[in-house]
């Protein structure tokens, strides 16, 4: 495992941006998995700053999002469709048919996750992984439980989770209760694993997965598992690591 120490979250979403800048540059047509949340944000305008200079071009590009609320719509501004088209794929000359996110208004959401695997095997795997790290330790929407889910599947939000999320929400009842999230297998069969960290309040379970037990309790403890993978943070989140 790499690890880098910035000195605060503009830092740390540059090296992070570069890393995977690097990437594409050496890989024009790889595929990238990417995250959403606040973490990421600045990653992703950093991304867009490159390419607007010709620094960067992502019309060979895929990318393979981890996760979407189930019921929420594309347009709805809190959807990781959303997301993604207004922090990055509307500001890149990626193919928009190239970006692939889970459908939350599936009617079968358990035939939508199997279509969503179809698609993570017919890419040919994932090259390069995005992940943050919620504070219960949840990768993608793989929360604390008793086994690993392997592949794309439908899961029920922990509390925590929703409490987490609840600010983006105008009320705590209006964040969705499910979602459709790529699975742990998924994610540990990617060639590389970025990890992106910020803040004081990460710091614990920073810890907790990168210097503790592996278990399915803090799912991304089993990163510690996979032969590549990088972990870019600030000081405050890596402070206890």
Known sequence: ?????????QAMSRKAANIVSAHVILYPSCVLGLATGSTPVGMYRQLVAWYQKDDL?????????????????????????????TNLFDHINIVPANTYVPD???????????????????LGG??????GIGHNGHIGFNEPGE?????????DLAESTIDANSRFFARREDVPRQALTMGIKSIMQARRILVVVSGEGKAGIVRAAFAGPVTPQVPASILQLHPDVTLVGDRAALSKL
């Open 1 to 9: 495992m790499k690890i880098y120490v910035t000195e605060n979250y």
């Open 57 to 85: 071009d992502f019309s060979q590009v895929k990318t393979i999002n981890l996760d979407e609320y189930v019921g929420l719509a594309p347009t709805h501004d809190q959807s990781y469709r959303y997301f993604m088209q």
């Open 104 to 122: 939350g208004l599936a009617p079968d959401p358990e035939e939508a996750c199997r279509r969503y695997n179809d698609i993570i095997h017919s």
């Open 126 to 131: 994932i090259d390069m992984q995005v992940l």
């Open 147 to 155: 086994a690993y889910e392997l592949e794309t599947h439908v899961v």
